[in-house]
T-cell receptor, first 116, second 111 residues
């Protein structure tokens, strides 16, 4: 089956610093990747959709200057949380699809971000 | 945004019991998906239901899609501790191919 990895699995950073999270499709080319955020005991909330080689589309209420998304290749998307604050602490999950359309998304294992 | 409401939000049962989890919406979906998520991990797809009235079985799990394609249910027979996790339903948004997730049902099965 299709495998999506995320790195790091967990990260602790100080308030005001930036942190980068990587999402990789290991055995397929991902034309589209999605970034979700999940707070404890809550569901996944879509943050943005990124297509390879183009700018990401952000959901309403998500600050694009704070959450920088780069999808520079067909196997890698990155999410950079800039000037992180404690309220950015969350579980960040990416998913990837091999085609543009309503096809199955393959989810990564998530990255736990804690901002102190 | 098409909202998906799940009930119950929490469920704690003993091993061997049966349970049903519901996913409801006022919107029509072309398909609905069910995922299971364990703590600290990403969600794993269990099933996709596409046709109104469709019933799919996955071992002790039975999934049903409502005739009007606005709701779905997940029934687990003889629950086991390994069934413990967060069950999420999800559907594609009208505007594209991003997934909208319900709030989830957190299931705890105790021995």
């Amino acid at each position: 089956g299709a495998v999506v990895s995320q790195h790091p699995s967990w990260v602790i950073c100080k308030s005001g610093t930036s942190v980068k999270i990587e999402c990789r499709s290991l055995d397929f080319q991902a034309t589209t990747m999605f970034w979700y955020r999940q707070f404890p005991k809550q569901s996944l909330m879509l943050m943005a959709t990124s297509n390879e080689g183009s700018k990401a589309t952000y959901e309403q209420g998500v600050e694009k200057d704070k959450f920088l998304i780069n999808h520079a290749s067909l196997t890698l998307s990155t999410l950079t949380v800039t000037s992180a604050h404690p309220e950015d602490s969350s579980f960040y999950i990416c998913s990837a699809t091999w085609a543009s359309g309503r096809v199955e998304q393959y989810f990564g294992p998530g990255t736990r971000l804690t901002v102190t | 945004t098409q909202l998906l409401e799940q009930s119950p939000q929490f469920l704690s049962i003993q091993e061997g019991e049966n349970l049903t989890v519901y996913c409801n919406s006022s919107s029509v979906f072309s398909s609905l998906q069910w995922y299971r998520q364990e703590p600290g991990e990403g969600p794993v797809l269990l099933v996709t239901v596409v046709t109104g009235g469709e019933v799919k079985k996955l071992k002790r799990l039975t999934f049903q899609f409502g005739d009007a394609r606005k709701d779905s249910s997940l029934h687990i027979t003889a629950a086991q501790p390994g069934d413990t996790g967060l069950y999420l339903c999800a559907g594609f948004s009208n505007s594209g191919y991003a997934l909208n997730f319900g709030k989830g049902t957190s299931l705890l099965v105790t021995p």
